[in-house]
């Protein structure tokens, strides 16, 4: 076994409730398995990733455990306990890993399990950017300007798109620079932020380079958004 590993840490914690769903988003069924089953596909089956673990609460743990050997993913390594905010959940995550001994030089793909149109080619560019630039946040280039409203019913300025991307996941760093940003992060008591790469950004510890992301690469948000994963699915697009 290598010392070094490539690592996804799939966060599966939170609940969703825009999505109007039954349970959280990510364990909704399309044709007999999870969202998050088609989502820790991508890495089971990607040559680079050696393995992965998923954050979860623990009324989730045993279930998303049967599933993945149901599925035979025997990348799948085993679950973390979810916290009380999605930054708690990945600062538990990666006490997890770093409890397993795992090398600090171990790069990890910190991905939402919601996001399961992950694709092959976000994957190997997010480990290529990160090995060459220490860091890599998936980002898409806006093709869209936005209009600025704090009512939502009216606007008075806008935002030109030029020199925005909109980020996605992965968020992929060395375990090392992970575990530095939440010595950091606990040092003054930050223990919310929307993403490992608005924490990092709030931290101010490093420069953060841009990897591959894609429009395809959406995150099941809201029920028109089940509704398109579910019309992938069924139309042949998306397999495990």
Not at 134 to 147: D, F, L, P, R, V
Not at 169 to 185: I, Y
Request: aromatic share 10%; glycine share 10%; proline share 4%.
């Amino acid at each position: 076994m290598k010392s070094e590993r490539n690592i996804a840490l799939i966060l599966a914690g939170g609940y969703g409730r825009r999505a109007k769903a039954e349970c959280p988003k990510q364990f909704v069924e399309i044709d007999g398995h999870s969202i998050l089953a088609y989502t820790a596909a991508a890495f089971q089956h990607h040559e680079q990733i050696d393995e992965f673990y998923v954050v979860c609460t623990d009324e989730w743990s045993e279930r998303i455990s049967a599933e993945m050997r149901s599925l035979g993913y025997g990348k799948f390594s085993g679950t973390f306990p979810a916290g009380a905010t999605s930054i708690d959940s990945l600062h538990n995550g990666v006490d997890g890993l770093t409890a397993k001994g795992l090398s600090p030089q171990s790069i990890v793909l910190v991905h939402e399990a919601v996001r399961p149109v992950v694709s092959e080619d976000i994957i190997t560019d997010a480990l290529s950017v990160c090995g060459a630039r220490g860091n890599a946040i998936a980002g898409i280039e806006s093709y869209e300007s936005y209009m600025k409203s704090p009512t939502g019913i009216v606007s008075n300025e806008m935002q030109s798109r030029y020199g925005l991307f909109r980020a996605q996941t992965p968020h992929t760093f060395p375990l090392g620079s992970l575990q530095q940003v939440f010595v950091l992060a606990m040092q003054r008591g930050i223990h919310t932020s929307q993403s490992l790469f608005t924490l990092v950004s709030e931290l101010g510890l490093f420069p953060l380079y841009i990897s591959r992301g894609e429009q395809s690469n959406l995150k099941i948000t809201l029920p028109e958004d089940l509704k398109f994963f579910e019309s992938l699915i069924k139309g042949g697009y998306i397999k495990l």
